[in-house]
């Protein structure tokens, strides 16, 4: 799990802990501001230095130029690395805290990587959102599609009871601690 609250995971959009955590020059002098600065402004106010930034520095650069300039300097961290980092560090904390960024990046992963660090709020309402489900499609409408374009006919077959089952009552009092994802 730490490697997977550490790299992130780009299928789920979430990124590494090092991911921006330090900014180019020319952004710094752009902006004004420092990492930690920055990344307490609203979304809205980040993509406008951001915008701004590609249009002064960027403007008609393709991507992949050695002339184009990013805003934030790639810090490259692999298992390895990360280990001998925290071990130099002395803890996992240590090495998190050494680095502002580092912790808010982390503590967001944890958030999102971490069923028991998922906040109540949001486990309530995917609860409530799953038991108070109704399923409200049209069968014929849909095996007939999967049919002529598909021909699943093994599929159709199992379409009615897998679509008609009802979802079990949950207890939303869950305790995170007994859930096992694996």
Not at 62 to 69: Q, R
Not at 84 to 92: M, Q, T
Not at 134 to 157: C, R
């Amino acid at each position: 799990m730490l490697e997977h609250v550490c790299f992130g995971d780009t299928a789920d959009n979430v990124p590494k802990i090092q991911t921006n955590s330090e900014m180019s020059q020319d952004f710094h002098e752009h902006c004004g501001l420092n990492e930690v600065e920055f990344w307490h402004l609203s979304w809205a106010k980040q993509q406008e230095y951001l915008e701004s930034f590609n249009e002064i520095h960027n403007k008609g650069i393709k991507g992949n130029s050695k002339e184009f300039k990013k805003p934030f300097n790639d810090k490259r961290l692999g298992l390895k690395s990360l280990l001998k980092e925290i071990e130099k560090a002395g803890s996992l904390e240590n090495f998190i805290d050494s680095n502002p960024i580092y912790r808010l990046n982390f503590d967001r992963n944890t958030k999102l990587v971490l069923l028991s660090k998922m906040p109540l709020d949001i486990f309530n309402k995917i609860i409530s959102e799953y038991t108070n489900f109704e399923m409200n499609y049209q069968y014929e409408i849909l095996k007939d599609y999967l049919l002529e374009n598909y021909s699943l006919k093994t599929v159709v077959g199992q379409l009615a009871s897998s679509f008609n089952a009802k979802p079990k009552n949950i207890d939303n009092t869950c305790n995170f601690e007994k859930l096992v994802l694996f």
